[in-house]
């Protein structure tokens, strides 16, 4: 198993892989009309795929254990690193939106897998991906700096995710004839073995 600081170099490079897949993708076509933003599925799609190439086994919308009805977007397990990251995306359009990221963010910490048929590698290092498009230049600043952040209760558990984060970016994905767009990424140490 490589070490957290080894892991967490290979999940932020198969971010970044994903979200530049996503960026040219926007290119070849904008699956989309007017002014609506792609759905929040491409987000962790791309970065998934990444993930996939890199040794992850990807599954989405991921069942909680106990809950029939819960689920989160994405986990991708890598057996032999003895890694789960559990990936939730968002698009970030207004401030309800990001309230409820961050909501998503208080359930990660009490996220557990469901294994009832093969049971998972232990001990499993557990990751958070939060991912959001935005198109707001003040929103993006706020998410890579979270200290500059507004105190505004929309913000205030993803303001607690991004100051806990160990990874935090925002991939530039603006087409040359379209207005400012950014994916906006954090990777966070969960407590091992949910």
């Not at 530049?20 to 076509?29: G, I, P």
């Amino acid at each position: 198993m490589p070490t957290n600081t080894l892991l967490e170099n290979t999940i932020d490079l198969c971010i970044q892989s994903g979200l530049n897949s996503l960026k040219r993708a926007k290119f070849a076509w904008w699956p989309t009309e007017g002014q609506s933003d792609f759905s929040e599925d491409n987000l962790w799609f791309h970065v998934g795929w990444a993930l996939q190439n890199a040794g992850f086994h990807v599954y989405p919308k991921a069942q909680v254990a106990g809950s029939v009805k819960q689920h989160v977007d994405a986990v991708a397990i890598h057996r032999e690193y003895r890694c789960a990251l559990v990936i939730e995306a968002k698009r970030l359009y207004s401030s309800e939106k990001f309230k409820s990221l961050g909501n998503d963010w208080l359930r990660l910490q009490q996220f557990k897998l469901p294994c009832q048929w093969l049971s998972l590698p232990r001990p499993l290092a557990c990751y958070a991906l939060l991912c959001g498009s935005c198109w707001n230049a003040e929103h993006v600043q706020w998410w890579i700096d979270p200290s500059r952040c507004c105190k505004s209760d929309s913000w205030l558990h993803m303001q607690s995710a991004l100051e806990s984060a160990t990874r935090i970016g925002a991939v530039d994905v603006q087409r040359p004839d379209w207005q400012p767009h950014w994916i906006c990424y954090s990777l966070s140490k969960l407590p091992d073995d949910q």
